[in-house]
Structure formats: C-alpha cells, structure tokens
T-cell receptor, first 111, second 118 residues
Framework: RKEVEQDPGPFNVPEGATVAFNCTYS??????FFWYRQDCRKEPKLLMS???SGNEDGRFTAQLNRASQYISLLIRDSKLSDSATYLC????????????FGKGTSLLVTP | GAVVSQHPSRVICKSGTSVKIECRSL??????MFWYRQFPKQSLMLMAT?????????EQGVEKDKFLINHASLTLSTLTVTSAHPEDSSFYIC??????????????FGPGTRLLVL
C-alpha cells in the first residue's frame, strides 16, 4: 500500500470553477502535511502547509482530518495559471524531515 | 531568499560512465539535504538524506555504492551516479532543509537534473 494516495485525475475544469482534491495517508504517525505544486518538467514548489484546524491562503483552502488520515485542497475561482500537478506530501518526522510524496493530481483549467 | 540551484540541469551520457550532480543552497546554509528521484508519471521518491559532515542515510533499495553522496559543506551536496545505466535515466531533484531561522520541516527544492543514459 502506498503511503500517500491521490486520485491522479486529470481534472479538467473551466476558469472560475471550484475544484477539490483529496489525499489519504497510511502512516498514523505522520506529523506534517503539505500541498506542493509541480509544473511540467519542473521541481515541486510549496503551495501551503496543512494544519489540523484547516487553513486558507487566498483562493486555496486546505483541510486535515487526522482521524480519517485524509487531506484536502480546495481551489476556488480557478485560473488558467492553476493548471499543474498538485502533490500531497506528508512527513512522519523521522529521517530528518524527509517528505513522502503522492503521485499528484493533474489539473487543467480551460478558458 | 532560500534559493537552491542544481547543476547540470540536464545531462546525456553513455552507459557505464559516471555523472556528478551538484546541489547548492545559494543564500542560506542548510544542515540537511535530500536527494529525490522522479520517474515519468511517478511520485518523487526519496533516495537519501545527507547531513553536512556525516555519511548519508540511504533509503531501502537505493545502492549507496552506486549513488555516492558527499555533503562537504553547509551549502553544497553532490550526488554521483556511478557506472550509469539506461534504467538510471530519471529526474533527480535535491532539496535543502533544516534552514536556520525557518521551520525545520520546510524544504526548498532545486530545479532538478534530467539524466538520460544512452
């Protein structure tokens, strides 16, 4: 069983739409949670950390459910520039804070 | 701030040769650097963790004699793929963490190195 699982998509949505991505993780000892964005053939870039209380950054809202070991990302008012692969990332606090990446969910925002 | 560079950005080599990839933190010192590998349509997979001045810790299944890691300073880590074979062709990405003054868990990624072994 993979440690971090995501629906690979692709999600094709029109501009202005709201889209949600989900992610589950298998290790209950996981301590830190993130969403990264990766553009084609580029390195991943941190989008936002995910906190237990939920957190929002502009059009992006992240939620964490530790009991269900589930993380979500909501993007409101999608822009063309949001097209990318969104990586769910988990850290279990050992290995010097090494990160476990999901395969990513592909988003394509169309005009 | 917190810029990480990698060199080269892409390399093509013949089977059996060795390739060295450099990862540098340009404007900060990083106590820990991580090396990841990403095959097409796959997730990033951690290969090894290196702390400055000590031996790298390799993940299960990663051959330490094939992937040599040297972390000689707080701003430079190198990954050498020895006797590269076509199956080593991949996207290699480093990240720097443990940045003084920032959250320990924050990692900053280099732009990656595309390796193609013919």
């Amino acid at each position: 069983r993979k440690e971090v699982e995501q629906d690979p998509g692709p999600f094709n949505v029109p501009e202005g739409a709201t889209v949600a991505f989900n992610c589950t993780y298998s290790n209950s000892a996981s301590q830190s949670f993130f969403w990264y964005r990766q553009d084609c053939r580029k390195e991943p870039k941190l989008l936002m950390s995910v906190y237990s209380s939920g957190n929002e950054d502009g059009r992006f809202t992240a939620q964490l459910n530790r009991a269900s070991q589930y993380i979500s990302l909501l993007i409101r008012d999608s822009k063309l520039s949001d097209s990318a692969t969104y990586l769910c990332v988990v850290n279990i606090g050992d290995s010097g804070y090494a990160l476990n990446f999901g395969k990513g969910t592909s988003l394509l925002v169309t005009p | 701030g917190a810029v990480v560079s990698q060199h080269p950005s892409r390399v093509i080599c013949k089977s059996g040769t060795s390739v060295k990839i450099e990862c540098r933190s340009l404007d900060f010192q990083a106590t820990t650097m991580f090396w990841y590998r990403q095959f097409p349509k796959q997730s990033l997979m951690l290969m090894a963790t290196s702390n400055e001045g000590s031996k790298a810790t390799y993940e299960q299944g990663v051959e330490k004699d094939k992937f040599l890691i040297n972390h000689a300073s707080l701003t430079l880590s190198t990954l050498t793929v020895t006797s590269a074979h076509p199956e080593d062709s991949s996207f290699y990405i480093c990240s720097a963490g443990g940045v003084a003054g920032l959250t320990q868990e924050t990692q900053y990624f280099g732009p990656g190195t595309r390796l193609l072994v013919l």
